[in-house]
């Protein structure tokens, strides 16, 4: 007789992502909708990558950045912008773009997330940053800016401060950036369920529903 499979409580989801990623605010709004809707919890652990590891500490104009990497258009970006407000509003995530918004370096952010981690509070604290972000325009590379962060989850500022002058948490991000590239890992969002099977991208709703009841419980090979 075969031995019953013993049921989850919980669905291990590896977020690999950076804070200053639309797409990634939006995949992750689609992923709690869609574990909203079939009533299966979700066991996230984000996972560090930065889009722009050479990011001057002055960041870039927005715009003129995506113009340079892409080649956007003005009225792409516009037509983008516009696209991202809306999917946001939709999953009640709201993004402020504004002229003159700017990109910053990353690095130091991810190291936060990784030290609320250990108070169980990094999940809380990426949530934070990307509010602090693309819904109040703040400098999310600015010291000042990311302890009032860890102030606004109900963790010590001067703790969070004297983590990040210390660097305590920096070799630990980048060799868990290293092991994420090493699997070939080069776009955000990309997300492992159950530490196999590997979706990238905004998905929408309907497509991590699916993921989510077929993957939910039983752990099989579907995607």
């Avoid at 400098?139 to 210390?166: F, K, N, Q, Y």
């Avoid at 492992?192 to 998905?203: E, M, N, P």
Wanted: glycine share 10%.
């Amino acid at each position: 007789m075969a031995k019953a499979q013993t049921p989850r409580t919980a669905l291990r989801v590896d977020i690999i992502s950076d804070i200053v990623c639309p797409w990634c605010a939006v995949g992750y709004s689609q992923l709690a909708l869609a574990a909203r809707r079939t009533g299966i919890t979700l066991d996230i652990h984000w996972q560090p990558f930065e889009l722009n590891p050479g990011m001057a500490p002055e960041g870039e104009n927005l715009r003129e950045h995506l113009a340079a990497k892409y080649g956007s258009t003005e009225a792409q970006s516009a037509q983008v912008r516009a696209q991202l407000t809306d999917l946001g509003a939709a999953l009640g995530f709201t993004f402020r773009f504004f002229d003159g918004m700017r990109i910053y370096n990353t690095f130091q952010a991810h190291q936060l997330i990784e030290w609320a981690d250990e108070s169980g509070k990094g999940h809380e604290m990426k949530q934070a940053l990307l509010c602090s972000y693309f819904t109040n325009g703040k400098d999310v590379s600015d010291p000042d800016v990311l302890a009032e962060t860890a102030e606004a989850i109900g963790l010590a500022g001067t703790e969070a401060r004297t983590a990040l002058e210390c660097g305590s948490y920096a070799d630990s991000v980048r060799q868990r950036q290293a092991l994420w590239t090493g699997q070939g890992i080069r776009g955000v969002p990309a997300m492992v369920f159950d530490g196999r099977h590997l979706v990238t991208g905004a998905q929408g709703v309907e497509n991590y529903t699916s993921i989510l009841e077929q993957l939910g419980f039983a752990g099989t090979a579907l995607i």
